[in-house]
Structures are given as structure tokens and as C-alpha cells.
């Protein structure tokens, strides 16, 4: 069985009530549910959260709410993999035989079916325990600059301050959309970034909304796609 597990606490702090804030018209959260329900691959689409009104939008959007997650696993630092693991482990509980398990953050209004697809191919063929999405950093890591109490900058790294940046390693970010996974892996809280591997998307479909001032780029930004 494959199942989406959406991590939906209540507590946002930079933008209260993220999870529920109406994103171009509808709950953010809601982004998240359809485009998992639109994908098709999913058996059950699970949102583990501590709070009764995301569990009742949820429940209105398409996905199942069945467990309240515990307290000491929805405050500002417990982790992603400790909530799926507590999420694997009550779905189990329900008589759920669970295989793969995607995480899905709730914030994520460019995340595509054609992505989550991928990655799911990519786990099935592969021997990593994670697959997710990445992007390339847009400039060179290694040609990082610092800048100095005086106001003068400095390479991070200067042993590469001559190299062209064609001939330096490529990097990359975590896209922070989605994270297919192995249910034992889960279980075992096994590093992502360890043990997982990438699947790149383009830069210009990932956005990472923090704050209020990300919240209105991202809506420019769907208005525009829309609008293409």
C-alpha cells in the first residue's frame, strides 16, 4: 500500500496558521491534498496534525485525519522523519499494510503529479530508502563569498577564487516538496539526505514559503503560470 502522509501541526510561528491561510483561493493545505489525490497514487492521503480545525479542512479537501498527533511531536523543533514515523505506526495500528510512504509538506502550491510519479519510479527501480526533489544551485557553492565587519567580502573557500565555475562540481538543494520513502525506513528514522536520492526539477518550481513577503511572491508567481 502507498500512502501520502502530510505533516500539518497547528503552531506555525512566521506565518500564523500557514497551513490553513487561503493561497490564491483556497487553504494552502488544500494545494498539497489535491495534487496527491490528482496524481493517483495513493491509497489513502493522511494529514497527522495536532489541531482540530486543520483536521476538519482536511477532512473537507479529500484526506483522512485518523489520529491526533501527539504534543511533544508538533512543537517548532521536532523534526519531519520522528512525525512520519508516529504517522507509519498509527496507520499500521489501523490494520494498514503499508509499503511506500510519501511526505508531503503542506506548503507546497507548485508541487506536480508528473514529479511525484517520477519519484516513485525512481524509488521502486532503485536501492536508495528516499527519493525527492532538487534543484541546482543557481551560482557555484564553492565561489561563496563571506563579507567582513569592515564591509569587505572573502571567498568562503579560497582555493577556488580562480577556477571557472564551469569547471566546478555542480550543487544542489532540497526542493522541500515531497519525500517518497520506504515504510521501514521511515520507521528506522533513517537520514534523508543520507540515505535518499535526488530527482531534479527546475529551480523555477520550487519556493519556499517562510514568511509574509515569500507568501505574496509565490502568489505572483502561480497568477503568472495561470495566466501563460
Given at each position: 500500500m502507498?500512502?501520502?502522509?502530510i505533516?500539518?501541526?497547528?503552531?506555525?510561528?512566521?506565518?500564523?496558521?500557514?497551513?490553513?491561510?487561503?493561497?490564491?483561493?483556497?487553504?494552502?493545505?488544500?494545494?498539497?491534498?489535491?495534487?496527491?489525490?490528482?496524481?493517483?497514487?495513493?491509497?489513502?492521503?493522511?494529514?497527522?496534525?495536532?489541531?482540530?480545525?486543520?483536521?476538519?479542512?482536511?477532512?473537507?479537501?479529500?484526506?483522512?485525519?485518523?489520529?491526533?498527533r501527539?504534543?511533544?511531536?508538533?512543537d517548532?523543533y521536532?523534526?519531519?522523519?520522528?512525525?512520519?514515523?508516529?504517522?507509519?505506526?498509527?496507520?499500521?495500528a489501523?490494520g494498514?499494510?503499508?509499503?511506500?510512504?510519501?511526505c508531503?509538506y503542506?506548503a507546497?502550491?507548485?508541487?506536480?503529479?508528473?514529479?511525484?510519479?517520477a519519484?516513485?519510479?525512481?524509488?521502486?527501480?532503485?536501492?536508495?530508502d528516499y527519493?525527492?526533489?532538487?534543484?541546482?544551485?543557481?551560482?557555484?557553492i564553492?565561489?561563496?563569498?563571506?563579507?567582513?565587519p569592515?564591509?569587505?567580502?572573502?571567498?568562503?573557500?579560497?582555493?577556488?577564487?580562480?577556477?571557472?565555475?564551469?569547471?566546478?562540481?555542480?550543487?544542489?538543494?532540497?526542493?522541500?516538496?515531497?519525500?517518497?520513502?520506504?515504510?521501514q525506513?521511515?520507521?528506522?528514522?533513517k537520514?534523508?539526505?543520507q540515505?535518499?536520492?535526488?530527482?531534479?526539477?527546475?529551480s523555477?518550481?520550487?519556493?519556499?514559503?517562510?514568511?509574509?513577503?515569500d507568501?505574496?511572491?509565490?502568489?505572483l508567481?502561480?497568477a503568472?503560470f495561470?495566466?501563460?
Amino acid at each position: 500500500m502507498k500512502i501520502a502522509i502530510i505533516p500539518a501541526r497547528g503552531g506555525s510561528k512566521r506565518i500564523p496558521r500557514k497551513n490553513i491561510k487561503l493561497f490564491y483561493g483556497k487553504p494552502m493545505i488544500a494545494w498539497a491534498i489535491e495534487t496527491a489525490k490528482a496524481s493517483g497514487l495513493f491509497e489513502h492521503i493522511v494529514v497527522s496534525t495536532d489541531d482540530a480545525e486543520i483536521s476538519a479542512l482536511a477532512k473537507n479537501w479529500g484526506a483522512e485525519a485518523p489520529f491526533v498527533r501527539p504534543a511533544e511531536l508538533a512543537d517548532d523543533y521536532t523534526p519531519t522523519v520522528p512525525v512520519v514515523a508516529h504517522a507509519i505506526s498509527a496507520c499500521q495500528a489501523l490494520g494498514w499494510q503499508v509499503d511506500q510512504v510519501c511526505c508531503i509538506y503542506p506548503a507546497v502550491p507548485f508541487m506536480q503529479c508528473a514529479d511525484l510519479a517520477a519519484a516513485l519510479h525512481k524509488l521502486e527501480a532503485g536501492n536508495a530508502d528516499y527519493v525527492f526533489p532538487i534543484a541546482a544551485y543557481p551560482s557555484a557553492i564553492q565561489r561563496a563569498l563571506r563579507q567582513l565587519p569592515n564591509g569587505l567580502m572573502e571567498p568562503f573557500y579560497s582555493q577556488y577564487a580562480s577556477t571557472r565555475t564551469q569547471d566546478l562540481e555542480p550543487a544542489y538543494y532540497d526542493a522541500g516538496q515531497f519525500y517518497w520513502g520506504r515504510a521501514q525506513a521511515w520507521l528506522a528514522e533513517k537520514n534523508i539526505h543520507q540515505h535518499g536520492a535526488g530527482l531534479e526539477i527546475p529551480s523555477w518550481r520550487v519556493v519556499d514559503i517562510d514568511n509574509t513577503e515569500d507568501w505574496q511572491r509565490a502568489e505572483l508567481m502561480l497568477a503568472a503560470f495561470n495566466s501563460a
